[in-house]
Structures are given as C-alpha cells and as structure tokens.
C-alpha cells in the first residue's frame, strides 16, 4: 500500500503505519477490533500502540475503565514533523561543529612486470596532469620498447608538460638527449653517483616509484594529494640544483 510505503519514510514501520491508518478509518477503537481489522495479534499490538502513544501519533480515551485508541490528526504529525526539523536546525551548527571527518588513507598499489608499467603510463595519460621526473636511468625504451614510442606519441598529443631529470650515466645521458629534443619537455641532470634502479615520478594527485629491473621491472603506485604535493616541492628543490647539461 502506497499510504504505508510514505510513512515508513517518516519513521514508521510498516505494522505501525498499519495500525495508525486503520485508526484513521475506524475512529475510536478497541483493541480487539484494531487486531481484527490488522490482522495483528493482540500482545503485538498492544506494544505497538504504546509505541505510537510515545511518538504522539495515537492517544486513548477511557470509557467506562475501557481504553480507546484514536488517530492523530495528520495536520498535528505535520506539526510534530516541523517542529522536529525546528529543534535539529537549532543544533545542525554544533553538530557541525563535533564532526571531524577521518583523514582519508592515501592508496598504496603495487603493479608488476611490463603490463604494471604499462598501466602506469596510461594513468599518467588519463590523468593529463604536468609531470615531474628524476632519477631516470634511461633504462624504459630499453625494457619496454615500442611501448615508449607510443606512450610519447600520446603525450605529445595530448601537450602533457614534462620536467625530468636525467642521471649522468651513458644510458641517462642518452635518454635526456632524446627528452631535450621533444616539445613540452624540461630536461636537467645530475651527476652518475646518484644512479639507483628506481626512478621516481609525480603527476596529479600520484606518486610513482618504479623499479627497473630487466627481467621483473614494477612500480608502487602511491594515490594521495598532500603527499604529492610534497614531493613535487622537494622536485623543485632538486631541480633547482640540477645541471641543464
């Protein structure tokens, strides 16, 4: 029934919006015959009356020692409504006040072998967000090959700014010569004692650690904002005391 359905979204379950239309048809009631006509069984029913004689939805006249029950008027449950919405309006702002929402946990992945790689680099298209670059070895076109040419191509294409910093090795000197020669391309270095296998990158709200290793390259992959907002800061420190050649 559509009646007990829009009740229930006031906060009464369905026996008890059962009870209260019944009420509203009948009139003044007995027990028994609100049971009769609800099908509900006399000790459910009476716990559910006193339910809704707390809730001010029903009240009871006696006759002769005899209770019996009445329906509100629905004008007076809108009343009660609106006066509800009154007092919470009145206290929305200190509750307001006492929420402190939980810090959202940044997201910690972890891909793996050249297919994770290649996720990342379709991330980093997705995400169409400036790019910051350092600790490059030079050793990507080499381990994922074709994959590079294509990935460029779409960035290129889709005008994605990138700020990388190379390291001084022959395979890192070789790479940032093919990076300066790009458009939408920064390239500085820094000296051969800093080589790792690990190269690390941040672009939009992403922190990208990836480990080179030939036969099993991977990458965590770290989602937070302030994060790397940070490290983009530290990038720029670093770029600043890096050599352009």
């Known amino acids: ?44 029913l009476y716990s559910i009356l006193d339910e809704l004689i707390d809730k001010g939805i029903v009240t009871y006249i006696l006759k002769n020692n005899v209770r019996f029950y009445r329906a509100a008027e629905p004008n007076k449950i809108l009343s009660m409504l609106k006066e509800k919405e009154k007092i919470f309006s009145s206290i929305l702002p200190d509750l307001i006040s006492l929420h402190k929402p939980k810090t959202k946990k940044p997201i910690v992945e972890i891909l793996e072998g050249k297919e994770g790689i290649k996720t990342i680099l379709n991330d980093l298209l997705k995400q169409n967000e400036e790019w910051f670059a350092f600790n490059i070895p030079g050793k990507g076109p080499e381990i994922l090959g074709p994959t590079v040419h294509a990935f460029e191509k779409e960035r290129q294409k889709a005008k994605i700014i990138l700020n990388v910093i190379c390291v001084r090795t022959k395979q890192g000197l070789k790479r940032g010569k093919e990076f300066s020669q790009m458009k939408h391309t920064n390239v500085k270095y820094v000296p051969e004692k800093y080589e790792s296998p690990a190269s690390n990158w941040i672009y939009g709200d992403r922190i990208v650690i990836i480990f080179w290793y030939q036969e099993f390259p991977f990458a965590i992959r770290i989602i937070d904002k302030n994060l790397a907002d940070s490290y983009k800061n530290y990038f720029k420190v670093l770029w600043q005391a890096s050599d352009k050649s």
Not at 13 to 31: F, H, I, Q, R
């Open 1 to 44: 029934m559509a009646l007990i359905e829009e009740l229930r979204k006031i906060g009464l379950n369905e026996k008890e919006s059962k009870v209260y239309l019944t009420l509203l048809e009948l009139g003044d009631s007995l027990a028994s015959e609100i049971a009769k006509k609800t099908n509900i069984n006399r000790s459910l």
